[in-house]
């Protein structure tokens, strides 16, 4: 131990810690005494945790301990001893005190953002009061959820076929009137003020049988017609499709359509379809092995087999449509203007292809007992010409020369693209479409599919017949791939060159693309085909548990016997008869709203002084605005194309009696109403191009309707086609139709087919949030329904975003919505239920039936399909097994 020295180690210590150390007392009776490390001690702690090289005799029993650990210091003791009380001193903190300079600017940074943040809170408080002030107000965010999610929904559109009354005995559970007791309610409840449930029936009656729709006495098939030769689906004329039917009356409480009007275009009401009725006759019901979909094979099935009582079941599986509609136009062709082809059609499906006509010829020729109605010879051009007869057809019944008919055909084209997912639900919905309208009408309609490539890079359509071809093959069904026609964006970008394009939703929709220039396709289609007088632009997603070619042919007459006169007025309002009244009510109310005006949001400050302090006559009125009479055309002449064959009114407005446009066919026909976007809150009411603005002048006086599904006559069509192509005009697909009806002087009518309601909508409230523009109109204002209120319209059964026209559908095929309805719904009654809501129902009613509706949208469609599988014939059974 003497070599070690303790002045070494203390001056060691004092190097590493300036902190004072702890001294243990002194004990004069006790030597002290230096060890090594590996000697038993014990040592007293320092206050600040290092251990002193003193250390004194520890007692007998700490010496028998040891070092538990070799990496401690031999100074640092495992148990420190407890100093005695009156000799510790109080521990010593030492915090570290920030510079004074450091310190100061501290406090300035504090004081100086204290006094920006006060000038701040007064400067915003004054530019808040300037904007108050001017009446520049952002608008809130809504916070509370639409008033109309808060209304009931109704519950009987659910409703089976077990519980159909006649239509003139059934009591709507909606609308209801404000003086009458609501549908369910008992009449306790009515006596008591609470809304009491009536009992429900514990018994349904069985379903009744259906009737073929071809004997409904207020349709308009021209199955009675002797001068339309009957259509078939094969070359024998053997095939024939089974009508579709119908039942009669309606299921117990189904609520009456809010908008619209069944009398008014002579819609049957009386009756409604359930999905066997519809759909059977175009393979729902019946196996893939049979020739069906082998879909419609679940649920609710009783008296589906009275479709197939007169005519069986169809064999899909090898129907050519295209050649379809050329034999059914050929076998009436009399009936109809000559063909009128252009000198070098293009690709595409053409009624009177000369392929086609010399092969049916040739046909008529080796079989001369075929039904038809003359065999066409061809013209120097080589297009058939329906009116000359060879002398092996005057050997038949048509002994005389019939004289050529004068009646316009009509093309109804679909919008579809390449990419598109086909299902069996969109494949019976074409099959009903081109039946009831092709066939049905011996050849006055013809079906199009107006088919998108949406990358034609990738598909060199149009540098390749074969390639043409091929797409077709690849994205369209085999049945109908002789009815398409191809177009794409890059087509249209060459045809419709020099428009300058606003960009209105961005760089990803182009003013040449399927969103923004989809009318651009149309008007090409219908320069490349000039037989047709008449188009009508449908989409895939468009359902009608009706006949098509009933509701279609209604309100084309219906549109052509509308006068002219305040006909744009009316175009723009909903027609509510609930609220309206009758239709000679609505009429004379819109006349009167747009002479007169009215009072709304927009101009009910009008006589409240101005901020410039400029008061109003305290005497004025709302001021009306000017009818339509004739063309509206834009402020600047330069813009006005070919005026001289815009059509003039014959008589000043004040003179007219209602007689002007009666009997004249409609240019175009809307399925929802005509408004003006000016002033509204639509997204694209100023993607209007190539009109002269400058100098205040201002957008051109336009029109718009929702959904571009609508007629458009031939006339309209190629003023829309030629003034894109020359003037460089043109507008959204949804807006540039009807601007170019009110520019020229064409006819457009709004046809107010039916529409129903998801919700129990206050119907005067309902009627306000419609027609809440100007001067009563659906358009023309902020408070239009149109632009940031359209969410008003999803409840409908007929609007571009309506979610209850999907739901409707899919139940009334069977299927399951937010765990509604299915086929447990359809065939068995839970007692549980109580059946106040659509959750609720206690279902046994059986399939759903739904009067005639337009329904849009429905998408998506996915039917439980049968598995098919290939059955090999059994082998004979072994006796010996």
């Known amino acids: 131990m003497g070599f070690i020295s303790r002045n070494i180690l203390r001056s060691r210590d004092a190097r590493r810690s300036k902190l004072p150390l702890y001294r243990a007392p002194v004990r004069t009776q006790l030597p002290t005494k230096e060890r090594y490390s590996d000697v038993d001690y014990s040592d007293d702690d320092s206050d600040d945790g290092e251990s002193t090289d003193s250390s004194i005799p520890s007692s007998a029993s700490s010496r028998d301990s040891r070092q538990t650990s070799s990496s401690v210091s031999s100074s640092a003791p495992i ?31 504090m004081v100086s953002t204290m006094i920006i943040f006060i000038f701040s809170l007064v400067r915003a408080s004054q530019i808040e009061n300037k904007r108050l002030a001017e009446g520049r107000l952002d608008k809130k965010p809504i916070i509370a959820p639409p008033p109309w999610e808060s209304f009931e929904f109704l519950t009987r559109y659910y409703g089976g076929v077990r519980t159909l009354v006649p239509f003139a005995e059934n009591v709507p559970q909606y609308p209801r009137f404000e003086d009458e007791v609501p549908y369910n309610a008992t009449k306790s409840s009515q006596e008591s003020g609470k809304r009491e449930i009536a009992p429900r029936r514990s018994s349904f009656q069985a379903v009744p049988a259906s009737k073929s729709f071809v004997d409904y006495p207020g349709s308009t098939l021209p199955g009675n017609n002797k001068e339309i030769h009957e259509c078939f689906l ?118 009177g292809a000369p392929a086609v006509v010399a092969k049916l010829e040739a046909r008529d020729a080796a079989e001369p007992g075929i039904v038809k109605s003359g065999k066409p010879a061809k013209t120097p051009e080589g297009t058939p010409s329906p009116d000359q007869k060879t002398p092996s057809t005057l050997k038949t019944d048509h002994t005389a020369k019939k004289p050529q008919g004068d009646k316009s055909r009509t093309a109804i084209v679909l919008r579809c693209w390449d990419e598109f997912a086909w299902g069996e639900e969109d494949v019976m919905n074409l099959r009903a479409l081109i039946s009831e309208m092709s066939l049905a009408s011996g ?127 009316r175009n723009a309002r909903f027609y509510m008869p609930y609220v309206h009244g009758s239709w000679e009510d609505f009429k004379q109310m819109a006349r009167v709203q747009t002479e007169q005006g009215t009072t709304s949001p927009e101009n009910i400050w009008e006589k409240v002084p101005s901020i410039k302090g400029a008061a109003k006559d305290p005497h004025q009125v709302p001021r009306g605005e000017e009818s339509v009479w004739g063309p509206m055309r834009a402020a600047d002449q330069g813009d006005w194309f070919e005026p001289e064959n815009d059509t003039v009114p014959p008589t000043v407005y004040e003179r007219d009696k209602y007689t ?136 409908l059964t007929w609007f571009y975003n309506a979610g209850f026209s999907g739901n409707l559908y899919r139940r ?31 279902g046994g009613e059986g399939r759903m039936c739904l009067p005639p509706v337009l329904l849009h949208p429905v998408k998506d469609i996915d039917l439980p399909v049968e598995e098919q599988k290939e059955y090999a014939p059994e082998a004979p059974s072994d006796p010996s097994a």
């Open 234 to 351: 094969d070359e024998k004329n053997t095939v024939r499709i089974p009508p579709i039917r119908y039942l009669e009356g309606r299921p117990t409480g189904f609520p009456d359509n809010i908008l619209g009007s069944y009398e008014l275009l002579s819609l049957p009401e009386d009756i409604c379809f359930d999905r066997y009725g519809r759909y059977g006759p175009y393979g729902y019901g019946y196996s893939a092995r049979t020739g069906g979909l082998g879909v419609g094979e679940h649920g609710e099935q009783e008296g589906s087999e009275h479709i197939w009582e007169s005519v069986k079941k169809v064999d899909w599986r090898k129907v050519n449509w295209a050649d379809v509609q050329r034999r059914c136009y050929k076998a009436n062709a009399d009936l109809y203007k000559p063909l009128t082809s252009r000198d070098a059609p293009p690709r595409g499906f053409y009624i």
């Open 79 to 109: 148990l420190s001893k407890k100093p005695a009380m009156a000799t510790r001193r109080p521990p010593r903190r030492y915090l570290y005190r920030l510079p004074n300079k450091v310190i100061r600017y501290l406090c300035l940074g």
């Open 660 to 795: 002007w446009g009666v009997g004249e066919e409609a240019d175009l026909i809307t399925l929802n109403p005509i408004f003006d976007p000016q002033g509204t809150t639509w997204k694209l009411a100023d993607d209007i191009t190539g009109f002269n603005e400058s100098d205040g002048k201002g957008k051109p006086p336009r029109r718009a309707q929702i959904i571009t599904a609508s007629r458009m006559s031939r006339a309209l069509l190629m003023t829309m086609h030629r003034e894109t192509a020359f003037r460089k005009h043109h507008a959204f697909p949804e807006m540039w139709p009807a601007t170019v009806a009110l520019h020229h002087g064409y006819k457009a009518v709004f046809a107010p087919h039916p529409i129903f309601v998801d919700r129990e909508w206050p119907t005067e409230y309902m009627a306000r949030v419609l027609n809440g523009g100007r001067n009563g109109a659906s358009g023309g204002a902020r408070t239009s329904v149109y632009g940031a209120r359209e969410h008003n319209l999803m409840g």
């Open 443 to 569: 050849g006055r309609y013809d079906i199009h599919l107006l088919v998108q490539v949406r990358n034609d890079a990738k598909h060199p359509v149009w540098a390749d017949d074969e390639a043409y071809r091929n797409r077709i093959k690849d994205s369209i069904p085999e049945e109908f791939q002789g009815m398409a026609t191809l177009w794409s964006e890059t087509q249209m970008l060459a045809v419709y060159q020099g428009l300058h394009d606003l960009w209105i939703r961005g760089p990803d929709l182009p003013v040449h693309g399927s969103y923004r220039g989809l009318q651009m396709a149309m008007q090409h289609f219908a320069s490349n085909h000039p037989e047709y007088d008449y188009f009508w632009q449908w989409e895939m997603d468009i359902r009608y548990t009706g006949h098509y070619y009933d509701l279609l042919t209604k309100m084309e007459g219906w549109a052509k016997e509308q006068p002219r006169k305040g006909l744009w007025e």
């Open 812 to 842: 009334w095929l069977g299927l399951r919505v937010n765990n509604d309805g299915g086929e447990a719904f359809e065939l068995d009654v839970d007692p549980s239920m109580n059946d106040t809501s659509v959750g609720t129902m206690s």
